[in-house]
């Protein structure tokens, strides 16, 4: 009789011995679920992209490929004062404009639409203080607005110069005097009042809604 209430107890003992056993098995497999599931991304972002405060998207920031052409960038005026979205939509290329030669054989014609909105006026910075536009070639090189004879093409409708007001905009453009490699696929950058660099890729080829229109200014 002993024998077998041993035995039962036994039998008891094993089955309570069991349960807590599976119950320490369970923890481990729910702990790392539920503190991934509460750690938020690094970036803020859940898929991994870029900066949302850089006014670009994910690769077309500084040292990425940049924007495409038409793209808008939220750029810091002159001095730090106000906001420039500006947008490059159009780059025409021409051997001759506004009766000049270019001396390298080439003009890349941009323009571009600057548009002031905060609540002060912006401009950009001029290229004497470091600021401004650079035509960068797939190899590298930098080239300024005042190469060759870039500085003597100009278009009347695209020569905005000044300050813009809170809500308006004004059509500008850059000239660059380029070799046929140096137009090839080229970055366009522009230096804006805190020192950073907006990028946008150039096509190879006359782009944008204005073509036709900068072709018949730069006709002398």
């Known amino acids: 009789m002993r024998a077998r209430i041993t035995a039962a107890t036994a039998v008891l003992l094993l089955a309570a011995l069991t349960a807590c056993g599976g119950g320490d098995d369970d923890k481990p497999?729910?702990?790392?679920?539920?503190?991934?599931?509460?750690?938020?991304?690094?970036?803020?972002?859940?898929?991994?992209?870029g900066d949302p405060s850089s006014g670009e998207p994910s690769g077309g920031g500084e040292g990425g490929e940049g924007l495409a052409l038409g793209k808008a960038a939220q750029t810091t005026g002159d001095g730090g004062a106000g906001v420039l979205e500006i947008t490059p939509n159009t780059v025409v290329f021409v051997k001759e404009g506004s009766g000049e030669?270019?001396?390298n054989g080439l003009f890349a014609v941009v323009t571009m639409k600057d548009k002031a909105t905060a609540d002060v006026a912006a401009d950009e910075p001029a290229p004497i203080s470091g600021?401004?536009?650079?035509?960068?070639a797939p190899d590298g090189e930098m080239i300024g607005w005042d190469s060759g004879?870039?500085?003597?093409?100009?278009l009347d409708k695209y020569s905005g110069s000044d300050p813009v007001q809170p809500g308006g905009y004004q059509w500008r453009s850059q000239v660059f005097d380029l070799t046929p490699a140096q137009a090839k696929g080229g970055t366009l950058i522009?230096?804006?009042?805190?020192?950073?660099?907006?990028?946008?890729k150039m096509p190879s080829t006359d782009s944008g809604p204005h073509v036709a229109e900068v072709k018949k200014q730069l006709a002398p």
């Open 190 to 200: 522009y230096i804006d009042g805190e020192n950073k660099a907006h990028r946008w």
């Open 149 to 154: 004879n870039s500085t003597n093409v100009t």
């Open 101 to 103: 030669t270019a001396e």
């Open 131 to 136: 600021g401004g536009w650079t035509w960068m």
């Open 29 to 49: 497999t729910e702990k790392p679920s539920t503190s991934s599931a509460g750690e938020p991304t690094l970036s803020g972002d859940p898929t991994g992209g």
